[in-house]
């Protein structure tokens, strides 16, 4: 009698919880950060001030905007707490500070199509470039890149390159039905975009 394999679990472990996502400008982000510390005492004041059992750690700055990691899940009148005490200081342009949410999952995409060098500049395709085109690109509305994106090329020879970037998922998934297999162009070139189980950086076991 054959022993069954044991299953391995390859999956990104989410969503996490204890993580609120607050989008902004770049300088507001800055000036956040620059000043952690005193944000993260005067949130918690706040939050006392209502006698929630929340408290903020730590803040981290991410693409377009920034993170809060608290002790506990947060519930949404915690929410609206830690979005008035930042919106309240006058050095910060509350116009240009987006609501905070929390993530629901992590969705990993992978971008295909691209050439490693482009035409018009004849230079490699970069991070920058490709983030650029995706925060005006209308398919990608609303939507939070968790890091960088990361460009490998299809083969250590291949001309191609294949592009991966994470983003938070909507908890209804609507997300991932409005963007996998969504073509868009990034200069003249035509990119199609697909849904993985990880990224790439991800290792996986070959034994199986």
């Known amino acids: 009698m054959s022993i069954k394999k044991p299953k391995i679990n390859i999956m990104i472990k989410g969503p996490f919880r204890k993580q609120i996502i607050i989008p902004m400008t770049d300088l507001n982000a800055e000036f956040i950060i620059n000043s952690a510390n005193q944000k993260i005492i005067n949130i918690n004041r706040c939050l006392k001030e209502i006698k929630s059992d929340i408290s903020a750690n730590f803040t981290q700055r991410v693409n ?4 809060i990691i608290t002790n506990k899940p947060t519930a949404i009148s915690d929410l609206k707490v830690i979005e008035k005490s930042l ?37 490699p395709i970069t991070s920058d470039i490709i983030e650029s085109v995706i925060k005006e ?18 083969s250590p020879k291949s001309d191609i390159v294949v592009i991966w970037i994470d983003i ?33 950086r991800v290792p996986q076991c070959k034994n199986c």
């Open 64 to 67: 377009d905007g920034i993170t």
């Open 137 to 154: 690109t209308h398919i990608f509305n609303n939507i939070i890149l968790i890091s960088k994106s990361h460009i490998i090329k299809a």
């Open 168 to 200: 938070w998922n909507s908890q209804n998934k609507t997300i991932t039905k409005s963007i996998i297999n969504q073509h868009f162009n990034i200069r003249q070139y035509i990119a199609t975009i697909h849904g993985m189980n990880m990224n790439s």
């Open 87 to 123: 919106k309240s200081n006058k050095k910060i342009n509350s116009d240009s500070v987006e609501s905070p949410c929390l993530p629901k999952s992590k969705l990993y995409l992978k971008i295909t199509r691209l050439p490693y060098i482009l035409e018009q500049s004849n230079s």
